[in-house]
């Protein structure tokens, strides 16, 4: 709760402030992790903007060794690029579906569809090429 007090529109501004207030603790490894923790929140929560993100990120840079972070832009575009993958490996499961069995009832194509695993999508292309009815691979599906 007081993390989402903390964590408002306005939070790179404050958070700033108060690291560069805590620059002379800067060297305790106990305040690093705590600015580490608070840096990760921050990235995981994705609500900010591009400006706020930056800002937040060189003020932390200066305290403690940071990881190299994607900035929002890449995030945005790698979480884009993993759905388009997700999406085309769902296409080839239905693909796969509809060569072996012309057809592909509304059901089972929704629920590939709906589907966010591509680990998971993969496995049901191979079901689905190896599968002999559509019952068969319907069992396997749910």
């Known amino acids: 709760m007081a993390l989402k007090l903390i ?14 207030e805590s620059k002379s603790i800067s060297d305790d490894p106990i305040f690093q992790d705590v600015v580490r923790m608070v840096w990760h929140y921050f990235v995981a929560s994705a609500k ?10 060189n003020t932390i840079k200066k305290i403690v060794e940071l990881e190299p972070m994607p900035t929002m832009l890449e995030r945005w575009t790698a979480d884009a ?32 569809l709906a589907m966010s695993d591509s ?8 079901h689905a090429i190896q599968s002999n ?3 068969e691979f319907a069992e396997g599906l749910w």
């Open 7 to 20: 964590f408002r529109k306005d939070a790179s501004t404050k958070l700033t402030e108060i690291l560069e």
């Open 81 to 112: 690029v993993a759905k388009e993958r997700v999406v085309a490996k769902a296409e080839s499961v239905l693909t796969a579906l509809r060569t072996r069995f012309n057809k592909v009832p509304k059901n089972i194509e929704k629920t590939i």
């Open 133 to 135: 009815t559509l019952d």
């Open 119 to 126: 680990i998971a999508l993969e496995s049901l292309h191979v």
């Open 48 to 57: 900010y903007e591009e400006h706020d993100y930056n800002t937040l990120y």
